[in-house]
């Protein structure tokens, strides 16, 4: 993730088009697409988005002069990334699926979240190939109303996370990545969750 840009180089039209291309081809539960996503290239654009989503409060660590947001906000384009669950509920209530109870208890997990993070991947996965930065961000729940009100987002659309774009610029590497990567070994199970299987008895 890229967390500072160079304000003066915006994103390429080419590329912003081939960013949302490659976002329709992620894998999608039954084919729905319940997806939606919202660009924000504009500056009166990206300042309403900034000014929706985060508190204006100069002394807080992310606005300060080293602040998370200063090069956050510099990124010359935003994407917001929003998931449909009623397009999935309607697509799986289809004669073909047959859930015409529209029950969500069905789903192992909530899908329309899960492929619009696909689709955020695959934005991510474009703009390194591009040569340009980004960073996938949460909206905070308290801000989510007013995300809303600003770009007059339906109901039915959940914002899932919003990705910065642009040229990247001197950055300072994440706190969290001190935490180090978790070695495959620690999270890859193999035949059986923590290990191989203890040795059977001999049969007889
Ligand atoms: C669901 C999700 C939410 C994230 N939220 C934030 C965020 O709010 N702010 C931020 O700077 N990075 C955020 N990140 C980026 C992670 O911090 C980053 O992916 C992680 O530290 C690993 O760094 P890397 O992606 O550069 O390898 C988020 C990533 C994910 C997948």
């Known amino acids: 993730m890229v967390r500072n840009y160079d304000p003066d180089r915006p994103v ?10 490659h976002a329709t081809r992620a ?79 069905r789903w192992p997990v909530p899908y329309w979240h899960v492929d619009a993070g696909f689709a955020a991947l695959l934005m991510l996965l474009t703009v390194v190939d591009e040569g340009l930065g980004a960073c996938f961000f949460g909206i905070p729940p308290e801000h989510t109303g007013s995300y809303r009100a600003a770009f007059g987002v339906p109901a039915e659309l959940t914002p899932i996370g919003a990705l910065t774009v642009g040229y990247p610029a001197p950055d300072r590497r ?31």
């Open 12 to 21: 390429p039209a080419e590329v912003v088009d081939r960013l949302l291309d």
């Open 27 to 105: 894998p999608s539960a039954g084919f729905s697409q319940g997806w939606g996503f919202l660009v924000l290239e504009t500056p009166a654009d990206r300042e309403a988005f900034w000014r929706a989503t985060t508190t204006p409060d100069a002394t807080a660590p992310e606005a300060g002069e080293d602040g998370w947001l200063r090069g956050m906000r510099r990124a010359p384009l935003i994407v917001v990334v929003h998931s449909n669950r009623d397009e999935y509920l309607d697509r799986y209530a289809q004669p073909d699926k047959g859930w015409t109870d529209r029950d969500e208890a």
């Open 174 to 204: 994440s706190p969290s990545l001190r935490r180090g990567r978790r070695p495959v070994a620690a999270v890859a199970h193999r035949g059986q969750w923590g290990g191989p299987p203890p040795d059977q008895p001999p049969a007889g």
